[in-house]
């Protein structure tokens, strides 16, 4: 089976901080995102990555930035992180031209 | 900037009863995925439906995607308490998924023993 691993369940960062989310998956998959999950407000789109050294953009990426150096690892950045940055955060990732999204377990992060 | 609506949010139900989760949208999709997610955890794919007027069956689940393809159904048979979770539609634009998912913002299912 596909893995898609989320370097932290639990973060907890201060405002202000760098933060670096991490999501590595094991199955060659050359599509991968980033999404947050929010109560009310559903899963939206951060960023995205069609395959390695490409970024797009999704439909909130401010205040975000991603990396994809490798083929296997899709990080994301909180350049200044802020309180409403507060969220569970998703990675998923998916071969190009199958349908279905392999997600990691997410990471709850916390910025005070 | 397509949208998926979710009805209803919220359903507890007793054991062994019926239901069906509705996903509507005013924009047509090239597929549509249904997805669980227990808490604590991220959603994990049920099924794709593509074709309109597709249904798909996975044990007591049918999927069904409407002809013109821009909603669809999730109907639970006999519903279980394992069937509890966060069921969430997912649809792909032109682009096929590769540019991302439009996610409906879920139905919140309670089976009660």
């Known amino acids: 089976d596909v893995k898609v691993t989320q370097s932290s369940r639990y973060l907890v960062k201060r405002t202000g901080e760098k933060v670096f989310l991490e999501c590595v998956q094991d199955?060659?998959?050359?599509?991968m995102f980033w999404y947050r999950q929010d109560p009310g407000l559903g899963l939206r789109l951060i960023y995205f990555?069609?395959?390695?050294?490409?970024?797009e953009k999704g439909d909130i990426p401010e205040g975000y930035s991603v990396s994809r150096e490798k083929k296997e690892r899709f990080s994301l950045i909180l350049e200044s992180a802020s309180t409403n940055q507060t969220s569970m955060y998703l990675c998923?990732?998916?071969?190009?031209?199958?349908?279905?999204?392999?997600f990691g377990s997410g990471t709850r992060l916390t910025v005070v | 900037t397509q949208l998926l609506e979710q009805s209803p949010q919220f359903l507890s139900i007793q054991e062994g009863e019926n239901l069906t989760v509705y996903c509507n949208s005013s924009?047509?999709?090239?597929?549509l995925q249904w997805y669980r997610q227990e808490p604590g955890e991220g959603p994990v794919l049920l099924v794709t439906?593509?074709?309109?007027?597709e249904v798909k069956k996975l044990k007591r689940l049918t999927f069904q995607f409407g002809d013109a393809r821009k909603d669809s159904s999730l109907h639970i048979t006999a519903a279980q308490p394992g069937d509890t979770g966060l069921y969430l539609c997912?649809?792909?634009?032109?682009?096929?998924?590769?540019?991302?998912?439009?996610f409906g913002k879920g139905t919140h299912l309670i089976i009660q023993p």
């Open positions: 998923a990732s998916r071969t190009s031209g199958a349908y279905g999204y392999t």
């Open positions: 199955m060659d998959h050359e599509n």
């Open positions: 990555s069609y395959d390695v050294k490409m970024k």
């Open positions: 924009s047509v999709f090239s597929s």
């Open positions: 439906v593509v074709t309109g007027g």
């Open positions: 997912a649809g792909a634009g032109s682009g096929g998924g590769a540019d991302g998912l439009t």
